[in-house]
C-alpha cells in the first residue's frame, strides 16, 4: 500500500523558535495533503488542506501566519511552526490523498518547552 | 454537511469476546465510510472502508463491518478479541470530494 513519512518523528524546541515538519508520499503522488492536530486523547482536527503548487486551506480558527503551510511538490509538503509556544505541543499527523483513499503519516510529536 | 458519531469513549471487552465499537453517521449524500486504527504514538492505520457494492466488509485483523443505509450505521466487529486489538478505533466519512471527518474516537481495552 502507499505509504505517507513524516519527519521527524519528535521533537522538543524552546518557546518562541520555528519548527519544520516535513510530510512526504514515498511511492505515489499527491495533489492533496492534509495536516491534522490531535490533542491527548483527543480526534484528529484538520488543520488545513494543501494543494501542490497553492496556498493552503485552513479551518476556521487555525492561524495561518502560525502554521505555514507549503506543497512544493507532488510528494511533499511542509509544516512550519512559527514562534512555538507550550500551548502549540501537540500531535501533528499529515496525510496524503489519492483518487479513493487518504493515508497517514505516522505523526510528530511536537513538544515546546 | 456530514457528521460522525462513535458511541462510548471506551469499550471493555476479555480476550475472546466480542468487540462491536458503533458508529453512526449523518450525510446527505451516499457516503463512503472508514475504520482507523491508532496505537500509541502512531498515525492512522487503514482497518476497512465501505465505497459502493457489498454492504458487509472485511478488513484486516478480523475485523469487519456493515453498512446498514437504513439505520446511518458503520458498525465495527471482531469474532474474538486479541490483546494486540487494545487500541483507539475511529470512524470516518468523507462524502463527494470532500475531506475526512472523524468520529471522536472510541478506545478498546481488552483485558485477560
Known amino acids: 500500500g502507499a505509504v505517507v513519512s513524516q519527519h521527524p518523528s519528535r521533537v522538543i524546541c524552546k518557546s518562541g523558535t520555528s519548527v519544520k515538519i516535513e510530510c512526504r508520499s514515498l511511492?505515489?503522488?499527491?495533489?492533496?495533503m492534509f495536516w491534522y492536530r490531535q490533542f491527548p486523547k483527543q480526534s484528529l482536527m484538520l488543520m488545513a488542506t494543501?494543494?501542490?503548487?497553492?496556498?493552503?486551506?485552513?479551518e476556521q480558527g487555525v492561524e495561518k501566519d502560525k502554521f505555514l503551510i507549503n506543497h512544493a511538490s507532488l510528494t511533499l509538503s511542509t509544516l512550519t511552526v512559527t514562534s512555538a509556544h507550550p500551548e502549540d505541543s501537540s500531535f501533528y499527523i499529515c496525510?496524503?490523498?489519492?483518487?479513493?483513499?487518504?493515508?497517514f503519516g505516522p505523526g510528530t510529536r511536537l513538544t515546546v518547552t | 454537511a456530514q457528521s460522525v458519531t462513535q458511541l462510548g469513549s471506551h469499550v471493555s471487552v476479555s480476550e475472546g469476546a466480542l468487540v462491536l465499537l458503533r458508529c453512526n453517521y449523518s450525510?446527505?449524500?451516499?457516503?463512503?465510510l472508514f475504520w482507523y486504527v491508532q496505537y500509541p504514538n502512531q498515525g492512522l492505520q487503514l482497518l476497512l472502508k465501505?465505497?459502493?457494492?457489498?454492504?458487509l466488509v472485511k478488513g484486516i485483523n478480523g475485523f469487519e463491518a456493515e453498512f446498514k443505509k437504513s439505520e446511518t450505521s458503520f458498525h465495527l466487529t471482531k469474532p474474538s478479541a486479541h490483546m494486540s486489538d487494545a487500541a483507539e478505533y475511529f470512524c470516518?466519512?468523507?462524502?463527494?470530494?470532500?475531506?475526512?471527518?472523524f468520529g471522536k474516537g472510541t478506545m478498546l481495552l481488552v483485558s485477560p
Open positions: 496525510s496524503a490523498r489519492t483518487e479513493y483513499e487518504q493515508y
Open positions: 450525510s446527505s449524500v451516499p457516503p463512503y
Open positions: 470516518a466519512v468523507v462524502t463527494g470530494y470532500s475531506t475526512l471527518t
Open positions: 511511492d505515489f503522488q499527491a495533489t492533496t
Open positions: 465501505y465505497t459502493t457494492g457489498a454492504t
Open positions: 494543501s494543494n501542490e503548487g497553492s496556498k493552503a486551506t485552513y
